[in-house]
């Protein structure tokens, strides 16, 4: 008996970590489809390319879409910068993009690697208590 109070807080843990590394993981990998399956940064990359340049001028300075006001030649820049930003973003290999993206949310994605395990835990020791009951 005691060996399941202690087992389900611990196997909790392990399904709850595994679940979200693997959620982690399908984000770039596989990067070709396998069996109807491919990261979403594979997939979607294009996609996502655009719309990183569409946010580019606010990110990086939001004082950048004043620019826009400039007659003639202000929203030729603006859409120029955000060209060259997708542009960019679609050089970059797989590899390399996946790379950049651990590098700004690499803390944020092992947070939710972490916490699938605590919440799987927290679960196995609420299932124990109501097997103590």
Known sequence: MIYKIIAMPVIGFIIGYLTNYIAVKLLFHPRNKILGIQGILPKRKKQLAGKIADISPEIIMPEFRKIEKIPIIGEKIINAFQRAVEKQINSLSLNELEKLIYKVIKK???FI???GGILGFLIGCIQSLILLI
């Open 108 to 110: 944020e994605l092992k």
């Open 113 to 115: 690697v972490w916490i």
